[in-house]
């Protein structure tokens, strides 16, 4: 059985978390390959929203597993607290959730190291979460980390002390480990917490559910554009955003994927700093701010809006090999009579219709005018009720990007949502 996948397309933000909800039911299995609680993947249903920062989307539906793979990293306190938060709703987490032993953890010096790095880049800071996540990818990348299947170990105690030794020597010169202790107390509790949760060879379990037919569903954090090696280099995460990160953060071969989703939203955000060629930084901005709600899902930080890019676009399609699409949030745009769209850059005096390898702030882009549909589309729950102009810019995208468009979300609910 194939497996497959669900990413976004631009800097991360763009629904993923509904669509998965929205599609657990086709699956067995919903399994995180990357990232950490830096991601906020937000479901709304009932009436109530909720936000899920480590665990796979799939939580809230009955009869499916969900899958904290190897390529994730894990902080156990706000595990515990998400864990808790879920079980205060009638989730049982404990039967649905597995958790990879490879899996690294985030340890509080891991934090503290964050913020020491961003303060000490100034005014060219990068807009980090501060959750930990790059030097605990770092770490690992360096053979230095803890990981999950460690947590049971003899000498949990003697690897954690050599590796927050480690970090005190960076930090000797810095005010930032003077709350440490109360931080460790913390993390040692929740480790304990953790135990009480199944912790598996994620690679063996997930090949073995495919060969016995599991359907699987890999969901991807962040976005394409915030990729460690495709992204908008330095402003992007520590880790693999794309397709191919799904290989390597759960141990699944590439001739096993099939399907792959690509989200993005009918326009564009970014939080934090880097550039931005179609940014609005004018009251159209602060527009679509408003209306889409358009704050940080993790850190609360506003969002940076602007309108739809598609270089940046066909670019995640193309690293990705996207099969189909789903546009997110095209009731932001209701109230505009018109709508423009990002078909080029103008960079260093020339057009350019491709993602280059820097973008400057110099970058500009250049602008299409499209008819907006100006009118309210929550209510509708079919495609034939579509006004004109929404589907002649769905027909437009598909156009440009030669890919089908086959999931339109018209509103934040679980139920506004429509396969064409």
Request: charged share 25%; glycine share 10%; aromatic share 8%.
């Amino acid at each position: 059985m194939a497996v497959d996948v669900l990413l976004g397309l631009q800097w991360g933000d763009e629904g993923k978390g509904k669509i998965v909800d929205f599609l657990t039911p086709k699956y067995d299995i919903i399994a995180r390959f990357q990232g950490g609680p830096n991601a906020g993947h937000t479901l709304e249903f009932e009436g109530i929203k909720h936000v899920l920062h480590t665990i796979p989307s799939g939580i809230f539906r009955d009869n499916v597993i969900n899958v904290i793979g190897n390529g994730v990293v894990i902080d156990p306190v706000i595990l515990k607290n998400e864990i808790e938060q879920l079980e205060k709703l009638n989730v049982n987490v404990k039967e649905k959730l597995l958790i990879s032993k490879k899996a690294h953890l985030i340890l509080p010096t891991h934090k503290l190291l964050d913020k020491a790095s961003e303060i000490a880049k100034g005014k060219h800071k990068i807009g980090s979460t501060l959750k930990g996540i790059g030097p605990t990818y770092m770490d690992k990348t360096g053979r230095n980390g803890l990981r999950v299947g460690d947590i049971k170990s003899e000498d949990f105690k003697e690897k954690y002390n050599r590796i927050k030794n480690k970090h005190f020597a960076l930090l000797k010169d810095s005010n930032l480990i003077k709350g440490i202790k109360s931080l460790e107390n913390e993390f040692l509790m929740c480790i304990d917490y953790l135990k009480n949760f199944e912790h598996i060879d994620s690679e063996h379990f997930l090949n073995n559910a495919s060969e016995y037919g599991k359907k699987i569903l890999a969901e991807g954090a962040q976005g394409t554009l915030l990729d460690i090696d495709f992204g908008t280099y330095p402003f992007v995460t520590s880790s693999n955003t794309i397709t191919a990160g799904t290989c390597t953060g759960l141990g699944i071969a590439p001739n096993k994927i099939q399907k792959i989703v690509g989200i993005f939203k009918a326009y564009c955000t970014r939080v934090g700093s880097g550039p931005f060629p179609s940014e609005l930084q004018n009251e159209v901005g602060e527009t679509m701010r408003k209306i889409g709600h358009e704050y940080g899902a993790t850190t609360g930080r506003e969002r940076r809006c602007g309108w739809i890019d598609l270089p940046a676009l066909k670019y995640a399609i193309m690293i990705n090999g996207v099969t189909e699409l789903s546009m997110m949030k095209a009731d932001v745009l209701d109230s505009f009579e018109e709508i423009y769209v990002c078909t080029h850059y103008l960079q260093d005096g020339k057009e350019i219709d491709f993602f280059p390898f820097e973008l400057s702030d110099n970058t500009q882009p250049v602008l299409k005018k499209i008819k907006g549909w100006n009118m309210d589309i929550t209510k509708i729950e079919e495609e034939v009720d579509f006004p004109i102009e929404l589907s002649n810019y769905i027909k437009f995208l598909e156009k440009e990007l030669h890919v089908p468009i086959s999931i339109v979300s018209v509103g934040p609910n679980r139920s506004e949502t429509i396969i064409r």
